[in-house]
């Protein structure tokens, strides 16, 4: 059973940065898909960004809402992925998940959360001045 370990929330001011981490336990999958998701109370959780690995090739994918202000990237020796955010904003406060899926999908469906079979824990994300 895959676990995945989050770490990186916390408080910063707007239009600062945080880089948050996710490493995921021991697994074989040469093709996976990690990212992240975020939710605010109330609302759906929404998509932040995936990096989708199949064999030697990879790509990224990102929300509308973070596209040009975070970057994910990802570390296999390590299994971990990193998800940069600058430029935060206080609409960006949320609790922010880290998501896991073995095998290889379809572009599209690295934005749906019934995609990914195992999630983090959650880690907070408050941007306040």
């Known amino acids: 059973q895959v676990q995945l370990a989050e770490s990186g929330g916390g408080l910063v001011q707007p239009g600062g940065s945080l880089r948050l981490s996710c490493t995921a336990s021991?697994?074989?999958?040469?093709?996976?898909?990690m990212g992240w998701f975020r939710q605010t109370p109330g609302k759906e959780r929404e998509f932040v960004a995936a990096?989708?690995?199949?064999?030697?090739?990879?790509?990224?994918s990102y929300g509308d809402s973070v596209r040009g202000r975070f970057t994910i990237s990802r570390d296999n020796t390590k299994k971990t992925v990193y998800l940069q955010m600058n430029a935060l904003n206080p609409e960006d406060t949320a609790v922010y998940y880290c998501?896991?899926?073995?095998?290889?999908?379809?572009?599209?469906?690295?934005?749906?959360?019934?995609?990914?079979?195992?999630w983090g824990q959650g880690t907070q994300v408050t941007v306040s001045s």
């Open positions: 021991s697994h074989t999958f040469n093709s996976n898909v």
């Open positions: 990096s989708r690995r199949r064999g030697t090739n990879q790509d990224t």
């Open positions: 998501v896991f899926k073995g095998g290889s999908i379809i572009s599209s469906s690295m934005w749906t959360p019934a995609t990914y079979d195992v």
